[in-house]
């Protein structure tokens, strides 16, 4: 079965500053998609970033950015320019081939200004 | 962007009572819909999943007597629990997907379930 583990359940970052957030994934599947949502306290539930699996191109979305470590099934996500909105929990999420999405622990993140 | 609602937002209800929560897609079809349960501080956990004129897939663990789920059209879903206890209380998230293979999910705001 697959798994999703994040394993900082807390981060902080200076405002404008960078930070990463860890995730890692178990799989034996070749092909998924992977995901990192926002939760912000208003609890919805908003995507920041899709990366498909066979795509070697790490995905991009304005600030946001990621590392996609397919051998080491690794996937990070690079906040840059942190703003004081970026503050909420971060789930970093796994589709599976039959269209579950699993999602990690979660991440609470501060921004501290 | 894809929408979903659900209604209501948040209930309060007597133990022992059932409550019904809706989701709608409102400007798509949705041909799979799934309902998630997040307790404070913790991640979603997938309940069940519901594809529309079928019967839902619960996961295991989930009393499928006890949160029905029915999705009888493309554009809504509803949980319902039944019997409602303490223990029941949590906040429920659905979300739609499109076509098969689409390539994600859209969620819904959540719905905040009180029993007291």
């Known amino acids: 079965a697959q798994t999703v583990t994040q394993s900082q359940p807390e981060m902080s970052v200076q405002e404008a500053e960078t930070v990463t957030l860890s995730c890692t994934y178990d799989?034996?599947?070749?092909?998924?998609?992977l995901f990192w949502y926002k939760q912000p306290p208003s609890r919805q539930m908003i995507l920041v970033i899709r990366q498909e699996a066979y795509k070697q191109q790490n995905a991009t979305e304005n600030r946001f950015s990621v590392n996609f470590q397919k051998a080491a099934k690794s996937f990070s996500l690079k906040i840059s320019d942190s703003q004081l909105g970026d503050a909420a929990m971060y789930f970093c999420a796994y589709k599976t081939s039959y269209d579950k999405v699993i999602f990690g622990p979660g991440t609470s993140l501060s921004v501290i200004p | 962007g894809a929408v979903v609602s659900q209604h209501p937002s948040r209930v309060i209800c007597k133990s022992g009572t059932s409550v019904k929560i809706e989701c709608r897609s409102l400007d798509f079809q949705a041909t799979t819909m799934f309902w998630y349960r997040q307790f404070p501080k913790q991640s979603l956990m997938l309940m069940a999943t519901?594809?529309?004129?079928?019967?839902?897939?619960?996961e295991q663990g989930v009393e499928k007597d006890k949160f029905l789920i029915n999705h009888a059209s493309l554009t809504l879903s509803t949980l319902t629990v039944t019997s409602a206890h303490p223990e029941d209380s949590s906040f429920y998230i659905c979300s739609a997907r499109g076509a098969q293979g689409a390539k994600e999910q859209y969620f819904g705001p959540g719905t905040r379930l009180t029993v007291t």
């Open positions: 519901s594809n529309e004129g079928s019967k839902a897939t619960y």
């Open positions: 799989t034996s599947e070749s092909d998924y998609y």
